[in-house]
């Protein structure tokens, strides 16, 4: 089954404690991304990822790190975490048409920082 | 930077009526239009797409429209049902490469029976 898998779903974490959030897809595909979803703020990009070690910022990368060692997985990386990091997080990979396709989400992984 | 504006934020309709969300972008590189639904608990799924060479483009009782000029697209549902109930984004691509896309806030849709 094609799909993006996310780990951990849900994690309860305190200020500075390094944690990394997974991605992995089984598409084959090039593009991978991270978003953070918060109330009244919608999808905000934070990483992209073209190809293997190809990685770029989005909106709000700040506090964030991502590595693309492998096509299929795209991990996230918060060195130092700190409340205002609390949200959903969504992974999503897709195809590289020479434009951004049809991106495939991941379930979503929601992150307390206390 | 870059940004896209959707309106209205919610919507409430009643069954069978039609519902029409708005959005605007900045970027005049701006060439793909996609619309994500996101029903609740669920992850974004995208129900529609738009390039910037063509004007209009329906499936079933959805249909997207793109006025480039205005540089503002539209999502157009029609005889909403209960199932349609959920959040909308639109979004846009950034630049000519298009290797992102900035999301607007999304519009929460109701359509009571």
């Known amino acids: 089954e094609a799909q993006v898998t996310q780990n951990p779903r849900y994690l309860i974490t305190v200020t500075g404690k390094k944690l990394t959030v997974t991605c992995s897809q089984n598409m084959n595909h090039e593009y991978m991304s991270w978003y953070r979803q918060d109330p009244g703020l919608g999808l905000r990009q934070i990483y992209y990822s073209m190809n293997v070690e190809v990685t770029d910022k989005g909106d709000v990368p700040e506090g964030y790190k991502v590595s693309r060692k492998e096509k299929r997985n795209f991990p996230l990386i918060l060195e130092s975490p700190s409340p205002n990091q609390t949200s959903l997080y969504f992974c999503a990979s897709s195809f590289w048409q020479g434009n951004t396709g049809e991106l495939f989400f991941g379930e979503g992984s929601r992150l307390t920082v206390l | 930077g870059e940004n896209v504006e959707q309106h209205p934020s919610t919507l409430s309709v009643q069954e069978g009526d039609s519902a029409v969300i708005k959005c605007t972008y900045s970027d005049s590189a701006s060439n793909y239009f996609p619309w994500y639904k996101q029903e609740l608990g669920k992850r974004p799924q995208l129900i529609i797409d738009?390039?910037?060479?063509?004007g209009e483009k329906k499936d079933q009782r959805i249909a997207v429209t793109l006025n480039k000029t205005a540089k503002h697209f539209s999502l157009h549902i029609t005889e909403t049902q209960p199932e349609d109930s959920a959040v909308y984004f639109c979004a846009a691509s950034i630049g000519q490469a298009g290797t992102a896309l900035i999301f607007g806030k999304g519009t929460t849709l109701s359509v009571s029976s």
């Open positions: 738009i390039r910037s060479n063509v």
